[in-house]
């Protein structure tokens, strides 16, 4: 089963501009344009898989293909970064759409409001309003989905899922009071040390301590892992 999710499923990559900050976005299935392809064979449903700390959307890629097989291949399942957590490569093209080039920027993206800002804005944009929609929220990305509903009643939203959820104050808790201004902090020190070890460390060498990381977990990824270690992907992800 899972050299057939390999082998078969097609994964396609792309980095847009959304909300004004570079953002990942991972398609399960042959639809890359819900807008362009008007054919009959055009999907009328989407799942959307909205990642926890960090958003990187990579780590999600087994669990799309499993979803995309056991619906039998009919509908797209497509994960977001968060805005922050992933900067393309070098080598790699920015798309940009009309709706991107016409879309406001979204005020404070990096921080918890403008992280929800930013799925909204990105499904404006990209799914067409008529697209029944499924959302997955993972960890905090179980939050941002409630509040998305809250905010947007009139989403096409058939179904929710919340895996592991992070949907209480937890700022506010005992622990949070300590933690959270602790964690504030120490986001300026993983933003030096990632200027100072990380940025002139050789590809090759992040590219091995991340791999190597991930078979340690017994994770496989076939997208690049280095957004992991880039200074201000770093620093975000403690946000």
Known sequence: MDSEL?????????FILCGG??????????????????????????IFIIPGNPGFSAFYVPFAKALYSLTNRRFPVWI????????APKDKKILKTSED?????IKDIYGL????????????????????????????????????????PDLPVI?????????????ESPNGRIATPLLC?????????GYLLFKPCPEKMKSFLIRR??????????????????PFCLAYILL
């Open 159 to 171: 179904r929710a899922f919340l895996l592991c959820p992070t949907i209480e104050r937890m700022s």
């Open 80 to 87: 977001i970064s968060h805005a922050g957590h992933a900067l």
């Open 113 to 152: 409001n403008g992280q929800i800002e930013h799925k909204l804005a990105f499904l404006r944009t990209h799914v067409p309003k008529d697209m029944k929609l499924v959302l997955i929220g993972h960890s905090i990305g179980s939050y941002f989905t409630l509040q998305m509903l809250k905010r947007v």
């Open 6 to 14: 390999k082998e078969e499923i097609p994964v396609h990559e792309e």
């Open 185 to 193: 902090w120490f986001r300026y020190v993983l933003y030096a040390t």
């Open 213 to 230: 990381g991930l078979q340690l977990m017994n994770l496989e990824n076939e997208f690049s892992p280095l957004n992991l270690l880039e």
């Open 101 to 105: 080039s016409n879309a406001q920027e």
């Open 21 to 46: 900050a570079e953002t990942q976005v991972l398609k399960c299935g042959p639809w890359t344009d819900l807008f362009c392809d008007q054919s009959v064979k055009r999907p009328k449903l989407l």
